[in-house]
């Protein structure tokens, strides 16, 4: 065998098999989903029409879309920041020489190994069931309100269980990070005699500032793309107003049959995220210039 | 005073760590009693325990069945994507070409596509490809869609390992192949550990792909089996607490088992990812 069979015989092996299959399931279907969105295929016939530019000018005039999109927005921003600063904090104070950190770390990761569907249908019971007699027993307001009922208590339903999801995986991330900071700072700061506060702020803070970056762009991308919480915790009600993007996008291709326009709604999403994406790519960068 | 500060900070812990476990304590206490008690008192401890509930929901949620689909799917798919990805990383990055490098880019690139903006096509490839509704399609699939953030951290991996351990195995006689399998596969070991937490967690979790690639029920996974099963039984809560608590204890047993190894997985692939 001589030198060029031998490479293109390495390339094949190596790389061939992974090649064809990503081909096949991430490209074409990419493909042919952008194809579609400029068609009015409905998922079963045959011939397939395409209708140029329309159901992305019916995308920006859909109600139920915008809601959707508007929701996923607030939804994502408030469960970030929560989740962020419940970390933090609590990474902050595992990192400390305390009795039994390593326990805490498990417990509040704990949640995280748990499947988002199933979650949603464990919460679903506490907050029917639970809360409602801990109401009962206590009287305090918090737990007698009617969670899944209303469209505001339910927003905050699932921020709830997404902050106790994810908080513990962003946990152990600043953590790590918190570990690495080397002890002389600390030394040295406590010559200087700083107090706790000025040293997380001026010297803890600027130090993980990766951290920062990792954690927080995570969290955008989980909470962006909220599907299986929301498909079993509050179905998107009441009254659509809990409807994520994910979940629209479901609803209009599989319980309306509309895959023209479900595809539409589909590439729009993915344009968020890929502009969310290039930002994280761009201050990811900017941050390594700078250390 | 800073003792009395700690201690105080140890009471905050743990009264949050109490917040954190109540909803497994709901579905502890709750899973072992019958409909008419959870109604009356869900916070309660049970009064009078039974097992009924397990035996009944066993039964509906075909457990073993169940329990066997999601664990064949699992065990397969984090299988393929070591092997593919590692192999896939280790030629692209120790062997410098412009096609390599564009491979590079686009497996990095696809990261971005969200499931949803493809998963209609990839319902229809799959089908005409006659491999919907079996384990074969839907475990390609996650070599598909898992391998690139693989690829991804094994490349990273493979630039820290250094060329005169190969060049020695070379001169000793060894293929292309054989040095991969004999030499650079076994050094990629604490990266492997990650690779298989990282997919681990994800595919055993999974409910959009398996729920429109499988259709009938013996295929059925964990989550598709309990998503039905809420589907018809709307208020059976007794049977639903049980079917909860018998569907997440593997993944908890699975945790707690490794901590250790979990837990510096998901920072390994985070700070790099």
Redesign the interface.
């Known amino acids: 065998m001589n030198k060029r069979m031998?490479y293109i015989f390495?390339?094949l092996?190596?790389?061939g098999?992974?090649?064809l299959?990503?081909t096949?399931?991430?490209?074409?279907?990419?493909i042919?989903?952008i194809n579609?969105s400029f068609t009015s295929w409905n998922?079963v016939s045959i011939n397939v029409d395409y209708i140029g530019l329309d159901n992305y000018i019916k995308v920006l005039g859909d109600h139920k879309f915008m809601k959707a999109v508007w929701f996923t927005t607030r939804f994502t921003a408030m469960s970030v920041i929560l989740s962020n600063v419940l970390a933090l904090g609590?990474a902050i104070?595992?990192t400390?020489p305390?009795?039994g950190v390593k326990i805490?770390?498990?417990?509040?990761?704990?949640?995280?190994?748990?499947?988002?569907?199933?979650l949603g249908?464990?919460?679903q019971?506490?907050f029917v069931?639970?809360f409602a007699?801990?109401g009962e027993?206590t009287n305090i307001g918090f737990f007698q309100l009617p969670w899944l009922g209303t469209e505001a208590t339910a927003f905050w339903a699932l921020i709830i269980v997404t902050i106790?999801r994810t908080s513990?995986?962003l946990m152990?991330?600043y953590v790590?990070?918190i570990l690495n900071v080397p002890k002389e700072l600390r030394e040295a700061a406590v010559i200087d005699g700083t107090t706790e506060m000025q040293y997380t702020r001026f010297v803890m803070f600027p130090m993980i500032k990766?951290a920062f970056t990792?954690c927080i762009f995570?969290s955008i991308s989980w909470a962006f793309?909220m599907?299986?919480l929301n498909?079993?915790l509050t179905k998107g009600g009441p009254f659509n107003s809990s409807v994520s993007?994910?979940l629209d996008?479901?609803n209009e291709?599989f319980k309306l049959n509309h895959?023209g326009l479900?595809?539409a709604k589909?590439?729009v999403?993915?344009v968020l995220?890929?502009f969310i994406?290039l930002i994280q790519v761009w201050s990811t960068k900017r941050n390594e210039v700078e250390a | 005073m800073k003792k009395f500060r700690m201690s105080l900070v140890s009471i905050g812990l743990i009264l949050l760590a109490i917040i954190f476990l109540s909803p497994f304590y709901f579905i502890i206490v709750n899973a072992v009693k019958d409909q008419k008690e959870i109604l009356v008192n869900p916070a309660a401890l049970p009064i009078k325990v039974t097992f009924q509930n397990f035996i009944n929901v066993w039964e509906i949620i075909k457990f073993p069945r169940a329990f066997t689909n999601s664990f064949i799917i699992t065990v397969f798919s984090t299988a393929g994507i070591v092997v593919l990805s590692s192999m896939t990383a280790y030629r692209i990055t120790r062997v410098k070409s412009r096609f390599h490098q564009l491979l590079f880019s686009v497996f990095i690139a696809s990261m971005v596509i969200p499931f949803q903006s493809i998963m209609l096509p990839l319902v229809k490839v799959i089908a005409d490809l006659n491999m919907s509704n079996s384990y074969v399609g839907l475990i390609i699939c996650y070599f598909g869609f898992g391998s690139p953030l693989a690829i991804f951290l094994y490349s990273g991996f493979v630039n820290s390992i250094p060329k005169t351990v190969e060049e020695a195995a070379i001169i000793d006689g060894c293929s292309t192949l054989g040095v991969f399998i004999k030499v650079v596969f076994p050094l990629m070991a604490p990266m492997t550990a990650t690779v298989v937490i990282l997919n681990t967690l994800w595919i055993w979790n999974d409910f959009l792909m398996p729920s429109l690639l499988l259709q009938s029920q013996e295929l059925k996974t964990i989550p598709l089996e309990i998503n039905n099963f809420f589907s018809m039984y709307t208020k059976k809560w007794d049977l639903a607490i049980a079917g909860l608590a018998m569907a997440i204890s593997p993944m908890i047993i699975f945790f707690l088992a490794l901590q250790k190894y979990i837990v510096s997985g998901i920072v390994a692939g985070s700070v790099k990812g």
Do not use: C, H, Q
């Open positions: 031998s390495s390339e092996v190596f790389i098999p992974m090649f299959i990503f096949v399931i991430v490209l074409v279907p990419f042919l989903g579609y998922g609590l104070l595992l400390k305390l009795k805490f770390r498990v417990i509040f990761f704990l949640p995280n190994v748990i499947s988002g569907l199933l249908f464990i919460w019971f506490i069931k639970g007699s801990i027993i106790w513990g995986y152990i991330i790590a990070t990766s990792v995570l793309k599907f299986d498909f079993s993007m994910a996008i479901y291709a895959f479900g595809e589909a590439i999403f993915f995220v890929a994406s």
